[in-house]
């Protein structure tokens, strides 16, 4: 009976069109992944150092490559070349995700993984949930890649295998079969990086709000001054013996200096204006709102909230188009 189970699971787990079904699958999930990264790479990175868990510079380095990676991953899973290669780089690629999901879980860290950047908000618990369903598809993916159906991969090799003469031809029968496969590769993910960051530039224009908020009278007489002068505000709450506050206070003073006469900075201490931090929700600290605006009732638009460690370089991208949009 036993054996007879295992001879069914493996059947099923070796059937061409499930392995097909789950190529397709993983490599949608990775392609509009590294897109909604792309789009928005400098948000990313932003994303991946305020886990916390690797020093800055590799944190840029891991932000800035990994939705290139991602992005290889998914177009070669579509087309279905260098299939095992791609399955196994999965394996260390998403033990990452499922170390900084678990790490943030362990630590408070943010609301959403940062997954999908802005196309789709996932909690950490249903990030972990999708790795581990990914993990499992790789592996199946990793151990039946000969039976791949309707690749660009299996008709290479059918080709190669047809080639008679290249047998005794190193070059020809090895690397002329992966030069093609990295080539097919490159065709599909070129035009997906260039709809990437064809999409971040048309949506520049127009800076989406993401939330509205009510403010104390503290605080929203200094915002509605700005803003009458057609300035947009930028808020920070920080809290006395908070090193991430203490990290970013450079960066703020930095910004502060930039856009001298452009935009008003509001700093709000968490202990003291507890009314303040109460409206703007505050999860951790230091936390920056951008706000552009106030609508029909009152209520003030904020086109971008900053956790954790603050990104010199996202924050700019995003004062300089508040600025823009006055």
Not at 114 to 119: E, Q, V, Y
Not at 208 to 217: D, G, K, R
Request: glycine share 6%; charged share 10%; hydrophobic share 50%.
């Amino acid at each position: 009976m036993r054996d007879l189970l295992l001879l069914k699971t493996k059947n099923v787990i070796q059937n061409q069109w499930l392995l097909f079904s789950l190529r397709m699958v993983l490599s949608a999930v990775f392609i509009v992944a590294a897109v909604a990264k792309i789009q928005d790479i400098a948000k990313f990175v932003s994303t991946v150092v305020s886990y916390g868990i690797l020093p800055v510079s590799l944190a840029h380095l891991y932000g800035n490559v990994i939705p290139w990676v991602e992005l290889f991953i998914g177009c070669a899973l579509l087309l279905g070349v260098l299939v095992r290669f791609t399955s196994a780089l999965l394996v260390p690629l998403v033990i990452s995700f499922v170390i900084a999901g678990s790490y943030a879980l362990l630590h408070t860290i943010g609301v959403n993984c940062g997954c999908f950047g802005t196309f789709l908000a996932l909690s950490h618990p249903v990030s972990l949930i999708l790795d581990g369903l990914i993990l499992i598809a790789a592996f199946i993916l990793l151990l039946n890649s000969s039976r791949e159906v309707l690749s660009i991969g299996q008709l290479i090799d059918r080709l190669r295998l047809n080639n008679s003469p290249a047998e005794n031809k190193p070059l020809i029968k090895y690397m002329l079969p992966a030069i093609i496969r990295v080539s097919c590769v490159a065709l599909v993910m070129i035009p997906a990086a260039g709809l990437a960051i064809g999409m971040h530039e048309i949506s520049k224009p127009a800076q989406q709000i993401v939330e509205t908020m009510n403010l104390p009278t503290s605080i929203s007489s200094e915002v509605d001054n700005a803003l009458l002068q057609h300035q947009p505000v930028f808020i920070e709450v920080y809290a006395d013996g908070c090193g991430l506050c203490q990290a970013a206070a450079p960066v703020v003073s930095s910004l502060e200096q930039e856009f001298t006469g452009e935009v008003v900075f509001i700093p709000i201490d968490y202990y003291t204006n507890t009314a303040a931090v109460s409206d703007i929700g505050v999860m951790g600290t230091p936390t920056v709102l951008v706000i552009v605006s106030k609508n029909s009732k009152g209520q003030y638009n904020v086109v971008g909230r900053f956790q954790s460690f603050l990104d010199k370089t996202s924050l700019e991208a995003y004062l300089e188009q508040a600025i823009k949009s006055q």
